[in-house]
């Protein structure tokens, strides 16, 4: 059995999307640690290690590292091995470059959405998240939610 919860965010790219969460407490660097050819996450120190990412939302707290990680998220969502959608608890501007280029450019955008550290420390155990725009909500197992 499944509960939900909602949650409002700051909408960085609008959309709509849904998706198994990938959820980490760690940052992510795109450049080096992501594979979008693949969709996985290749950094072998990272907690996502090998986790296909294709077609998920992502939730991290925050990137990590070199500006070129917009272009590799470009190129995975352009080559549909990106994830659907990202939450992050802190702005990104070198993870949101990367969303914004496919959406205004491309009309291949995913939504990126931040939340406050208080609601994203519920989404760590989470199963599924919707996304409305600024609207996130998540699907935990019965139990695993923090209330």
Known sequence: ???????????????????????????????????????KVIDRYHDLYDVDVKGKIMVLPEGRG???????????????NGPNGIILKAADEIITLGGIVADEIFTEGIPVVV?????FSHLINAEYINISDNDVTVHFMEGDQDD
Request: with cysteine.
């Open 1 to 39: 059995m499944t509960c939900e919860k909602s949650f409002k965010g700051k909408t960085i790219v609008e959309g709509r999307a849904e998706g198994k969460a990938i959820t980490s407490n760690m940052p992510l660097s795109f450049w080096g640690g992501f594979d979008p050819s693949e969709g």
């Open 66 to 80: 070199s500006c070129t990680g917009s272009v590799v998220l470009l190129e995975a969502i352009l080559s549909e």
């Open 115 to 119: 939340l406050d550290d208080e609601d």
